[in-house]
């Protein structure tokens, strides 16, 4: 049967049923149809298959999985051809499971280096986050698997994520948010794409037809299935017809019920539940088909030597005045927790169970090194300093030739569901890093952590792995012992000062709007214009080895130059492209990234390397014409070793488009003086007034549960106290507990999302009553409307049944 003729037999029960999850990680099978299930799984850097009953958030154990290192590290390998290796493998690892969707590669854009799930995204660069996430997803699909990148759209902030109003300029939005995720769609062609919980510019992204429709599906040419994000869905019906194809995870049969009522009344086309039908169907029933006669094993060490061939390619050396690399005759002492009980990837949904696991003491004593000891220097569950660590820490200190000190970001300072509020180390790790440098003339940084913070100084190296997956500490051996030369370059920049971030007065927003004021001054883009120094600049990266760069010849269609490794060892060197327009017609950046190639050269060996221009490369988007143009006139383009770090430089005339200036002269916008910005500027950019943000006096379904302090009643603002208390007992132990961040982020109206049918929108609307002040009015229709539901649902649920068994 084709698709024509299986929509044909559909009831209209049956089309409305297919288009939501029937369990946590399952669409709904139509036996009669020949429609099979769809199981689909996270995540981004290793598979997360709940093996008993689901529960979104990562707390029931999931199948054993390679922990691949988490997007942030792999964005620092530069390496789009590693990523579909990666991809390949964990698409392998997913048709062995059979798991037909994987819910990944994440690629929002960093836009502070606090947001609690930068660990799961590439890079403030939507060039950078565009390639490799495009890799992963022809990596995933190889294997019959359908990838889903997510969180489609301006997702950057995990407070009150899932009702967020991301407020925007449309310059920005195509520029920096939406460039990357252009990229994946048309270089990866995925099949299916996560929308995102927030709100853009007022409409939630799953119900956004600028966004699915006129962006996603007509301009980029998508064809698959838009996938929410579990609990997600504001209005189905909305979503429906914006072109959201599935709601996640199981609501019940009351959403059904919703769109079956639309098409009732007329709302809602039966049509357009069709064309979603026509889109959704052939990629259920092809990955059925492709995963039939999977194989279910896949090669356990392979995978794992695949990790750490992904991990050490992501190393960044950071610093190094010529201590490392270490010989193994060094006497070494490893100091700090992490070197015993490694911080590899992060919390939240995408936490993988790893097939093995080891540690850098481990990996060091197995290589033969010459170690003194391990002190275990701090708790990662009590940030406090703990003086009797310390001090054993230091005493080991004075007896070795060399320390490796391994800090960086503990659990609880990212994951899913929670902002940072600062850049710093816990007052445990900053004391025991000044005492262990007091100590020891001879201290190397051995860093772990998913997100830019601030590191202590004293040290003669760096050496920095991110969150570097299951071998990550066997690939951190093989860098400091230089059996691999470090070529990672920092997929973000880091910064000084929490001042010095660009959205640092707007982000994480906490009222209903968060105002991405900045416009495309994001990362590089604002600090290089600015002026602003850094502690690293982006795209940074030290090597064992050294290159030069000569003989740039450039052309519209490439960049070409020599590249020689000078230096005595073998190695890679990441090379950028970096795009600087003229500027005059309107404010840009003062460069852009716009190609890079990572390029291995044997000591002494040089090559030709040539870096493509696509259409991506002179392009800015014209609010006034409403489309892509190009500025006239000449253009720099620089090979750089880093962003701040120019190698050579070339010069292009470019004809440019004919468009009109998009707005006159913003004299903030013009010198990204962004602190200054006022709303004047920021509305000539946006087009319209700025939203209200503020709080407007009722608690809406769309307010999350962690506004209940505005509650009216007394005992909702005791929730909230209750609430509150558990989050932050949470914090004090050190660990996230994501069941408790997720509740505290949600809305109201996610409880007829998440509660398999048991609560209507209905039932939400009773509920804000009674928080609202009207408490027993509220209760007596809650319990009316909870019978009500019931048998509605049931019906529902019976003119399913029938439908199958005719
Ligand atoms: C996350 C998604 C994830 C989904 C399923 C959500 O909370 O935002 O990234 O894929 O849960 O676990």
């Known amino acids: 049967m084709d698709i024509k003729q299986i929509i044909e037999k559909l009831t209209l029960e049956e089309k409305a049923a297919l288009l939501q999850g029937w369990s946590t990680w399952t669409t709904r099978e139509i036996k009669h149809l020949g429609i099979s299930a769809m199981f689909l ?37 530069w390496d789009p051809a590693l990523g579909e290796l990666l991809g390949q493998a964990l698409g392998e690892e997913a048709a062995a499971s059979h798991v037909h969707m994987v819910l990944g590669p994440g690629l929002n854009i960093k836009r502070s280096p606090l947001c609690g799930r930068n660990f799961e995204y590439f890079s403030e660069d939507p060039y950078l986050a565009g390639k490799m996430a495009a890799a992963y997803i022809r990596g995933i699909q190889k294997c019959g698997v359908v990838a889903c990148p997510k969180h489609f759209a301006a997702n950057s902030q995990e407070l009150r994520r899932m009702s967020m109003d991301s407020v925007v300029d449309e310059r920005a939005l195509r520029e920096i948010y939406l460039t990357g995720f252009e990229i994946a769609v048309k270089e990866g062609m995925p099949r299916a794409i996560m929308s995102s919980y927030n709100m853009v510019n007022g409409t939630y992204a799953n119900e956004n037809s600028h966004l699915l429709k006129e962006i996603l599906r007509d301009g980029w040419g998508f064809d698959g299935m838009v996938v929410t994000d579990w609990g997600g869905d504001n209005d189905h019906t909305a979503g429906v017809k914006a072109g959201s194809n599935l709601v996640m995870p199981a609501p019940g049969a009351n959403l059904a019920r919703s769109l079956v009522q639309a098409v009732r009344s007329s709302e809602l086309e039966e049509s357009v539940l069709d064309a979603r039908l026509r889109e959704m169907l052939p990629v259920i029933l092809e990955t059925a088909e492709a995963l039939k006669d999977a194989p279910c094993s896949f ?37 700090g927790d992490f070197g015993a009980v490694p911080r590899y990837q992060g919390a939240g949904s995408s936490m993988v169970n790893p097939t093995r696991l080891t540690n850098l003491l481990e990996a060091l004593t197995c290589r033969g090194m010459n170690l003194v000891g391990y002190a275990q220097g701090y708790s990662r569950t009590d940030p406090r300093p703990q003086p009797g660590m310390i001090r054993e820490a230091a005493d080991m200190a004075k ?169 005595d060892r073998d190695g890679s060197e990441v090379v950028q492209l970096y795009v600087s327009a003229p500027g005059k017609l309107l404010f840009r950046p003062k460069k852009e990234l716009k190609g890079f190639a990572k390029v291995f050269l044997k000591a002494g060996e040089e090559k030709r390397v040539e870096i493509g221009l696509d259409d991506k490369a002179f392009r800015y988007f014209n609010m006034k014409t409403n489309a892509w143009e190009q500025e006239p006139g000449e253009y720099t383009l620089s090979v750089a070793a880093s962003a701040a770090e120019t190698k050579l430089e070339g010069r292009l005339i470019i004809a440019g488009t004919d468009a009109p200036a998009p707005y006159g002269t913003l004299p903030d916008y013009q010198t990204a003086a962004v602190d200054k910005i006022t709303d004047a500027e920021f509305e000539v950019l946006l ?120």
């Not at 502690?535 to 740039?552: C, E, M, N, Q, V």
């Open 41 to 77: 799984s996270d995540g981004p850097h290793g598979l997360r298959k709940q093996a008993e009953k689901g529960d979104h958030l990562g707390m029931g154990a999931s199948v054993k999985a390679t922990c691949f290192p988490t997007a942030a590290t792999m964005a620092n390998s």
């Open 299 to 335: 090669d356990e060490k392979a995978h794992h030597e695949i990790a750490r061939r992904c991990a050490a390619q992501s190393i960044v050396l950071l610093e190094n005045d010529g201590i490392l690399p270490l010989t193994k005759k060094s006497e070494v002492a490893l100091i």
């Open 399 to 567: 007896q070795a030739e060399i320390v490796l000190l391994c800090i960086g970001l503990d659990e609880i300072s990212e994951s899913e569901g929670l902002d940072r509020r600062h850049l710093e180390l816990s007052p445990g790790q900053q004391e025991l890093a000044e005492e262990v440098c007091k100590a020891n003339a001879n201290v190397i940084f051995v860093l772990s952590g998913g997100a830019p913070f601030r590191i202590p100084r004293g040290a003669r190296a760096i050496v920095h792995g991110y969150l570097g997956g299951q071998a990550g500490s066997e690939a951190m051996a093989d860098v400091l012992l230089g059996d691999v030369n470090p070529s990672g370059k920092l997929n973000e920049t880091w910064p000084l000062e929490l001042e010095d971030i660009p959205c640092y007065d707007y982000f994480p927003s906490k009222e209903r709007t968060s105002e991405y004021r900045e416009s495309v001054y994001v990362g590089y883009r604002y600090y290089d214009t600015a002026g602003v120094p850094v502690r690293y600049p982006f795209g940074f990266g030290r090597s064992y080895t050294s290159f030069a760069y000569s003989d740039l010849t450039v052309n519209e269609e490439c960049v070409s130059f020599t590249l020689k490794n000078v230096g």
């Open 687 to 806: 087009g319209r007034p700025i939203p209200d943000g503020s709080w407007s006096g009722m608690l809406t379904e769309n307010d999350a549960i962690c506004q209940l302090y505005y509650a009216k009643s007394g005992a909702a603002r005791l929730v909230y106290r209750i609430l509150k208390r558990m989050n932050e007992k949470t914090e004090k132990r050190g660990k996230p507990d994501l069941n408790i961040l997720f509740l505290y982020n949600m809305p109201f109206r996610a409880m007829a999302r998440m509660t398999g049918g048991m609560v209507s929108d209905e039932m939400v609307a009773d509920i804000l009553r009674m928080v609202n002040g009207r408490f027993w009015g509220g209760l007596g229709r809650l319990i009316a409307d909870f019978f009500q539901n019931q048998y509605k649902n049931k019906k529902f649920m019976r003119q399913l049944e029938e439908a199958e068994h005719g």
